[in-house]
């Protein structure tokens, strides 16, 4: 599996911390994406600070992102500011990460690679 084949893959409803993924699920995913995904300090959420030319090109980054989660049902949470955006993944309902967010990171950034 690379990062191509999570980008094809679909999001699915997932309840319950029968659905987090343990240490070792997470840091193989991990090496699956581009660099600069990051776990974060507790584990429970990966994050990716995307740079941009201005803050156009990071409005419309952010939009396909929207778009794109809402296609899928599963939300990020994103911080933005002047040529950049902070993208934060975590599967709330399992209580950290779940392989919904490896899917959404690897269509991240497939939209970047379009």
Same mark, same amino acid.
């Given at each position: ?35 600069? %995904?990051?776990?974060?300090?507790? #584990?429970?959420?990966?994050?990716? @600070? &995307?740079?941009? /030319?201005?803050?156009?090109?990071? !409005? ?28 934060? %993944?975590?599967?709330?309902?399992? #209580?950290?990460?779940?392989?919904? @967010? &490896?899917?959404? /990171?690897?269509?991240?950034?497939? !939209?970047?690679?379009?």
């Amino acid at each position: 599996m690379n990062a191509n084949d999570l980008a094809t893959r679909h999001c699915q409803a997932l309840k319950g911390k029968e659905h987090a993924l343990g240490a070792g699920q997470v840091a193989e995913l991990l090496q699956l994406l581009p660099s600069g %995904w990051q776990l974060r300090g507790d #584990g429970a959420a990966i994050v990716k @600070d &995307f740079k941009f /030319a201005d803050f156009h090109h990071t !409005l419309g980054f952010i939009n396909a992102v929207g778009f794109m989660a809402n296609q899928e049902d599963h939300h990020p949470d994103l911080e933005a500011g002047y040529g950049h955006c902070q993208v934060l %993944w975590s599967t709330h309902d399992v #209580g950290g990460l779940s392989l919904n @967010d &490896f899917i959404c /990171a690897a269509r991240v950034e497939a !939209l970047l690679a379009r």
